[in-house]
């Protein structure tokens, strides 16, 4: 597997990247072991919180950085690349301030006696995480391990060494013990064998659904947990009673955010009759007009996706959603521009027997339906095979909370596209993956809860 960064904008390979070897991997997994049978992971929680305290700050100073590494690697936009930073900063800042008190002990009611649950650390930790939101994906993981006291070895993807290097020196910077937190750049095997490695005693993927059934069942075979956080095609439902203005704004930039790459976006547009004509025309037309190109410049809405191979790969999904029927109301093919550029796109007619029905749009593509009742978009919005996140636009909040409570997905915003907050837990169900991550359901996916009971007698 080669670590390496090449420009999407530009097409250039900027740098290449070693693997680490199976000697420095092994040093890597000692160390963390060692620093996780020492007091700083078992005694005092203080010294730990201070250090995400610190990363926090750390963070918001080298947020320019961020971005721009981000924009290099993979083609984030420099205000959403920003955004991202700020929103790690405020993850870090987040667990420092309340992991205290997310962490004390629960009194537990019993007739046999006095009971509480404490919690724990487990061990060392696995993180495999991809390149979408290379900073974030990494912080949700590593700032409540950081709190709960577990080390962290992780794997980023292979296009964004550089996004994977600097944090790990923001961490080191922090004030981060040697082990605490390890950037290892290794392939798909040498993880297989990391999570048999006794010393490994939890497991956290984002990405693929191939990815996350490979490590969920290498994780279970050894009897390890995992959490597993996967694809999405959330749906983005539009009623008749819904400010259509809002609407189409949070349709286009739920659409096409990070180049339309990442798992919570939105990706199917389920409208209602009577106002679908109107909404229809509005929303390709925001579409067709959004901004593309150098993802470094501050007027750019839509970047280059991150690979050619993901490029390649949304072309052919659309061209063989287009063979089985599918109508294309804008865009439907690659940009006529250096780099890996897709148009915005809008694909109308896509029945349940046409493959793309099923599958996850990860670029800049949008599915439109229209349905009669909110009977009919529960139950198209509830024929996916995942159930990752979702939007409901409604000028009637009793009613669209009823529907929120219909959908069989992990979250559900109401006036508003999908997002993510510290103190909002992350996740889905179905093929989205299982496990949460964020808020106060984060920080307890990967502790010892430890009961504690003295006899009443």
């Known amino acids: 597997m080669a670590y390496r960064t090449l420009n999407p904008f530009t097409e250039q390979k900027v740098q290449e990247f070693p693997e ?19 007091d700083w992971s078992t005694g005092d929680r203080a010294p730990r919180l201070a250090i995400l305290d610190k990363l926090a700050g750390l963070i918001t100073k080298n947020r320019d950085r961020l971005a721009n590494t981000m924009a290099e690697e993979m083609g984030k936009p420099l205000l959403q690349g920003q955004m991202e930073a700020d929103l790690c900063a405020d993850i ?54 950081i709190a709960v006291g577990n080390p962290v070895i992780y794997k980023h993807a292979s296009i964004v060494p550089q996004c994977a290097a600097v944090f790990a020196d923001l961490v080191r910077q922090a004030g981060a013990p040697e082990g605490a937190v390890t ?16 010393r490994i005693q939890g497991v956290a993927l984002t990405g693929s659904e191939g990815a996350g059934s490979q490590v969920g069942a290498r ?33 286009v930039i739920g659409r096409l955010a990070n180049a339309g790459q990442t798992c919570s976006a939105a990706k199917r547009f389920i409208v209602q009759r009577s106002i679908a004509d109107v909404f229809t025309d509005a929303f390709v037309g925001a579409m067709r007009g959004a901004t593309m190109g150098d993802p470094k410049d501050p007027q750019t809405l839509l970047g280059p996706m991150a690979s050619r191979e993901g490029l390649d790969g949304l072309s052919r999904q659309v061209e063989e959603a287009v063979a089985n029927g599918a109508t294309v109301l804008t865009g439907g093919k690659r940009a006529d521009y250096t780099g890996f550029f897709y148009e915005p796109t809008v694909l109308t007619d896509v029945s349940p027997d046409n493959p793309a029905f099923y599958q996850e749009f990860f670029g800049p593509v949008a599915q439109l339906f229209v349905v009669d009742d909110d009977d009919a978009a529960v139950a198209l919005a509830n024929d996916s095979n995942f159930g990752l996140g979702g939007s409901i636009f409604s000028a009637d909040i009793k009613r669209a909370r009823r529907m929120a409570s219909r959908i069989e997905s992990g979250m559900v915003f109401i006036n508003m596209w999908t997002t993510s907050r510290p103190e909002l837990p992350f996740g889905g169900v179905k093929r989205s993956g299982y496990g949460r991550e964020l808020g106060d359901a984060g920080i307890k996916e990967f502790v010892n809860r430890k009961l504690v009971v003295v006899s009443a007698e």
């Open 20 to 38: 680490h070897t199976d000697a420095e991997v092994e040093a890597a997994l000692a160390k963390a072991h060692a620093l996780f049978k020492s």
């Open 92 to 145: 870090g800042r987040y667990y420092a301030d309340r992991a205290t008190e997310m962490l004390k002990p629960q009194p537990v009611d019993s007739n046999v006696g006095e009971g509480w649950v404490e919690f724990h650390p487990v061990g060392v930790l696995l993180a495999v995480e991809p390149w979408n939101f290379p900073i974030y994906q990494l912080i949700r993981v590593v700032a409540p391990a």
């Open 183 to 198: 950037n290892l750049y290794i392939s798909s095997a040498k993880v297989s064998e990391l999570i048999a490695d006794d």
């Open 219 to 251: 994780a279970s075979e050894k009897l390890k947990k995992s959490t597993l956080e996967l694809g999405g095609s959330d749906v983005f439902v539009v009623l008749d009673d819904a400010d259509l203005g809002k609407a189409v704004q949070s349709a």
